[in-house]
């Protein structure tokens, strides 16, 4: 193995042993000893790759956005590349593939939640991490409704950015239920209620304002 390969190995291993420690002990209740055990990296080298502990919790943060970003645009393209379908089943084959990728992946959600707890604890650097991350989040599934055709061109940009806002609050409760009770919590099913709801919702949307033509 090179040493490019080996250094990037460790930065690996030091990303998911902080990911899951952040996202289940939360930012002040991890401590860098805390990772270099799990990550079997020397603290040395943690502080050289990424400077403090902030500057790690960043690190974590942009590559867990990054993943799930991909899994939203996994999950649109794939229902956008399906012929015949109608825009309800665009967007159910889409938040089917979603909930799947975010139940067996929940660290990145988790983490978020977390951080928004423990506010007093985390650095404003930390803090504009998290409200671009939400961002982005909030432009995915922007974009998640027009590709599938859910939303129309001449749907207010105001009506669409109460739906994405009011989608990821959904998420958010989401995902907090499939933590404390995971026997009874199913992303699915509770997507689908979503789901049902962004249909019925959508012919009451108020044609006023400026819109996305």
Request: neutral net charge; without cysteine.
């Amino acid at each position: 193995m090179t040493i490019a390969a080996a250094a990037g190995d460790t930065r690996e291993r030091v990303l998911e042993a902080a990911s899951e420690l952040f996202s289940t002990r939360g930012f002040a209740g991890t401590s860098i000893s805390a990772i270099r055990d799990a990550s079997g990296a020397l603290p040395s080298s943690i502080y050289w790759e990424f400077g403090s502990k902030e500057g790690l919790l960043a690190a974590v943060l942009e590559d867990a956005a990054e993943r799930w970003l991909q899994q939203a645009r996994d999950s649109r393209q794939r229902a956008t590349d399906r012929a015949g379908l109608s825009p309800a089943e665009r967007l159910a084959e889409a938040m089917d593939h979603l909930a799947d990728a975010m139940a067996e992946r929940p660290e990145f959600h988790r983490l978020l939640l977390l951080l928004a707890l423990e506010r007093r604890d985390a650095s404003e650097a930390t803090l504009k991490v998290v409200r671009r991350v939400r961002r982005l989040a909030l432009q995915g599934l922007a974009r998640l409704y027009v590709d599938t055709g859910v939303v129309g061109p001449g749907t207010p940009r105001a009506a669409l950015d109460d739906l994405t806002r009011a989608s990821l609050a959904f998420f958010d409760g989401a995902l907090v239920a499939a933590q404390i009770d995971r026997s009874t919590a199913d992303l699915r099913r509770m997507f689908a209620l979503l789901r049902a709801g962004v249909i019925a919702a959508m012919p009451q949307v108020a044609r006023t304002g400026e819109s996305l033509e």
